[in-house]
């Protein structure tokens, strides 16, 4: 998360990527941290839950460290070791996409 963070630093300080795209990660870690907790808690009522799927575009879209820090503090999907590998997937998927993204704006 910190190679994630200084990465885009460095993207808005070079105006690879517009300072307001700072927001987009935010919001969507924060939109997927309830996500997973939403689906934490349904799990446990037995009601209706998020689609692995869903949880995986959220992550995919950037909000993948929401998603790493519910895993980490909810205990949430955190054992699964298919997820898992699916979520790291997401994680580099992402991390390829913002970093073609940057490269092309050079």
């Given at each position: 998360?910190?190679?994630?963070?200084?990465?885009?630093?460095?993207?808005?300080?070079?105006?690879?990527?517009?300072?307001?795209?700072?927001?987009?990660?935010?919001?969507?870690?924060?939109?997927t941290?309830?996500?997973?907790?939403?689906?934490?808690?349904?799990?446990?009522?037995?009601?209706?839950?998020?689609?692995?799927?869903?949880?995986?575009?959220?992550?995919?879209?950037?909000?993948?460290?929401?998603?790493?820090?519910?895993?980490?503090?909810?205990?949430?999907?955190?054992?699964?070791?298919?997820?898992?590998?699916?979520?790291?997937?997401?994680?580099?998927?992402?991390?390829?996409?913002?970093?073609?993204?940057?490269?092309m704006?050079?």
């Amino acid at each position: 998360m910190i190679a994630y963070g200084l990465f885009l630093s460095w993207a808005f300080r070079t105006e690879r990527l517009p300072l307001q795209a700072v927001f987009v990660p935010l919001v969507l870690s924060v939109i997927t941290f309830v996500v997973y907790a939403l689906d934490k808690h349904a799990a446990q009522t037995g009601r209706w839950r998020t689609p692995e799927s869903t949880l995986h575009l959220l992550e995919l879209a950037g909000g993948w460290p929401g998603a790493w820090i519910a895993q980490q503090t909810l205990r949430h999907k955190s054992r699964k070791p298919g997820y898992r590998a699916v979520f790291w997937m997401m994680v580099v998927l992402h991390a390829a996409a913002l970093v073609a993204w940057c490269w092309m704006r050079a």
